[in-house]
């Protein structure tokens, strides 16, 4: 490590001043040289899932002498607040996992290394599911390989629903609306129901989802081969569809975000609500008997935004820690591993063969698994992904608040088109 | 006078009620992190919304004492959260005593330099400091989370107006007599400014007990971490919190607080009856 | 291994003043001043002066944290002036500290001066009371708003049902967001402004007040002549704290409503967070810094002369 003559003449006078006695003995052993190279690993599975990662990465470890992993588990939030940090000055993690639209920002910075050798001889990459390794691409490049991919489904109440007399779960959008009304009540007739039908964010949605999702059903796209493409035809014709429902129909409160309506619906007061797998155990714990079903289809098309996770090789890993890096990799893509990665995670396979009758066991992955083929990744090699969302939520945002859709929509093509020149 | 004693009294009776009152509004929501923190997960989200739970759980609770090392992340918080506010205390109040009592040349310039660093969002050097504490080997380790704060600008700009406030023939006659800077701020000005180093010090150790992102940053092993950082380490089902838990959380995060403050505050009547004012 | 090490001509940190020279007068105060600089001095320096310096240095290049940077002259600045997000928030954030700042002041020194009366019933229940928003931490707090005011399940909102008010969505609302997040930071801060204050009143000699009754003094004349001037140190010094604190709004603006509706409540400080750690656009991030911390200087220097002339009347 270097050492700047300024740390120098810090060292001697704080420790010289007083702090020599505030100084504690911190961090825990570090790997000895010799050994196992040792790489740090961070990742944000914090439930069952972690513990199951953390399996995978202990039997990875036994598996073999040559790379030791350690991981050292934060939340998504915390990763993306301290990644910059920690790696501008070495003390970052070799791999990290973060959710995949953040990936190209960090790719296109040189905070990641390429993976391009990796896909394409690396053991197991090929097995791939090619949506999902769609979201590593920035500019060409790989820089990440899936640790999740998955489309947003909607969860249900199903108690709800049979006080309405609903048995079907609606496959269009009409019937998807119908539905909706149906189980919007508005018992003392003050115009603001007691109980709403769907809980529809309009900004912050799961995964910042739910709008890709219903501008694909309409056949439209937020960016399309690199260009901005929200101002199309088919998505003013959407968001005036939604903005109709839920300011004539009523079917949902505005200006929720995507946390806003996990509550609405835990509390009793939706029916349905847009969401990831993990809404199975918040509808447990709130003690709602659910159900899950896809996003129903648009006039044009059935498809649904996926939540995407990746992880990658950090800038600060030598070329033998990216070589066990790649290694762990491919033992991650193996196929039992992927399946107990699956079963683990709650999330469907990401790779394409491992058999479907190896995660059957699990009625949320089987139901999820059924639906992941209509799933799409979010604007993947976008590197202002987070500005070109700023701007989609704010024309929805309004939109569901009265405003012009087509208006709205074309404000938000200038901005992106603008992070997108960027 | 005797009518005028029993009109006070009513006078203050109202009085007490009015701010009794005023403090309800004002703690509103402290209630509701104290009571929801004994809420289970069910009733948090019901409709319609209680204020006290249906049934009260130490579930919450239970889940903190489980899932943290619970005693080491307060241990850390003390080391840290005191470690700052000593040193804070020494440094500050004796840049500030020159600032305020000595005479010397770009005087007002050097308190306006200080008072600029203030002025710059931590969220600009953050990385440069980082750089700095990671050369000099220090993260993960208590040196390199105190040593950034052992002194800062609002320590020194909070007391040095404390002290040019206090009145100059407090130490004019000890002057007189002889006595060294030295003897005049340790046995003169420090004992009169008991008032402020306590609020000063009440002030540094809750900011740096509370704080998120430093220690966050600072410390990547978990290990190290204070309790405030650790609480980020529960999370439920798609990262959202359950609120109970979090709400016992912080609840217990709060109490070493609130107890010290409370002793403090005791200290500041005291410190009032002694010096004989009012 | 490690990223580019950010290095610029080396730089001195303020020299404690004095030294071994014996020039003839006052000798012995520098050097006792230099005593007791030296130590605070030589830590903010290293800590705060040096990685202000390397932030300056930043905001002429095009730096993410990690990899290579070139030196881009002024663009980053004149960014800050023409992109209409930037503007925005500078708008906004002057805003939030119209609102923020006298409301925090007042309301801290009024509960102080009564919290200062020694015939208050149950004055150290109330002095702890007031005091438990500051030490709460703010991301709790957050959610304890949060939970009151929503529209749908929130008690404030579920109460004023009952009474026949609607009170809507304020946290999603474009005109009533910003002064909702002040309200909740004034909620946060007033306990830390009026343990100030109430230090402060606790150097003031209580003969003064004799002194002015046995004149004929009322209430209000004794706080204009006495309480108030007393006071200057204090309320320069809690003002300009106050004020920088408004300026640099940004921890209950994450959480509360992360900028929204449309960027209403988005304010610089967030903008800096977002270019440096969302976009990794350090520079520019850094050239913002800069231009807040001249725009946060001019208005303390106002203060501070106000102050001064005011104090130079007395």
Redesign the interface.
Known sequence: ???????A???G???G???AG???????GEGSSGGPATL?FWH?Y??ADGDVLQSIIDDFNASQEDVKIET???????I???L????????GPDIVAMPAERLP??AA???LKSLDGFYADGENADAINDAAAEMEEVEGSKYGVPTGFVPLSVFYNKALFAEAGVTEFPTTWDEWVATAEKLTIDEDGDG?PEQYGLALAD??T?ANGVWPSLFYGNGGAIVDGGEAAIDSPENVEALTYWADAVNTGKIS???LSG??T???Y????AAMTI??P?????SA???IDYGIAAIPAGPVDQASSAIGVSMAVT??A?DAAQAGAEAFFSYFFSPEVAAEWSLGSGWPPLTDDVDPAAVAENPTVAALTEIAPTSRALLPGVV?S??VL?AM??AT??ALAGGDPAELLAAAQEKIEASLAD | MRRNRTRSLVLRLVGALLMAAATFALLLPVIIIVLTAFKPTAEVNAFPPTLAPGTWTLDNFTRIFTELPFARLIGNSFVFAGGVTLCALVFDSLVAYALARIDFAGKRLLLIAIIGTLMIPFQATLIPVYQLVADLGWVNTFAGLIAPRAADAFGIFFLRQFFVSLPQDLDSAARIDGASEWRVFRSIVLPNAVPALLTLGIFTFVNNWNDLLWPLIFTTDAEMGTITSGLTLLTGPGGIIPYGVMMAGSLIAVLPLAILFLLVQRRFIESVATTGLK | MTATQQRSRPYRPPAPLGGRRRPPGGTRRRTTAALFLGPGLLILALFTGWPMVSALRLSFTDASGFGQEEFVGLDNYSRVFTDPQIVQALGNTALYAVLFTPAAVALALALALLLNRTDLLGRGFFRTALFLPFIVSLAVAAFAWQYLLDPQIGLVNYWLRGAGIRLGNVLQDPVLAMPTVALVAVWKSFGFYMVIFLAGLQDIPGSLYEAAKMDGAGAWRRFASITLPQLANTTTFVVIVALIAALQAFDQIYVLTGGGPYRSTQTVVMEIYESGFKDLDLGFASALSYVLLVITLVLSLLQFLVAGRRAERD
Request: proline content about 1%; glycine content about 12%.
């Open positions: 490590m270097k050492k700047s003559w300024m740390s003449v810090a060292l006078v704080v420790a001043v007083s702090l505030c100084s504690g003995q911190g961090g825990s740090t944000g914090t439930e050292e588990v934060k939340t998504w939030a915390v993306d607040d301290t910059l940090t920690s790696l501008s000055g070495g003390n920002v960090y910075k040189d905070a603001t900004h912050e799961v409160p505005t200006g946390i806003d996990d509550e609405l835990s509390s009793g007061k969401g990831g993990w809404m199975s155990f918040v714990d709130a003690g800038a600060q030598d202002n987070s500005d700023a939520d704010e945002q309004k």
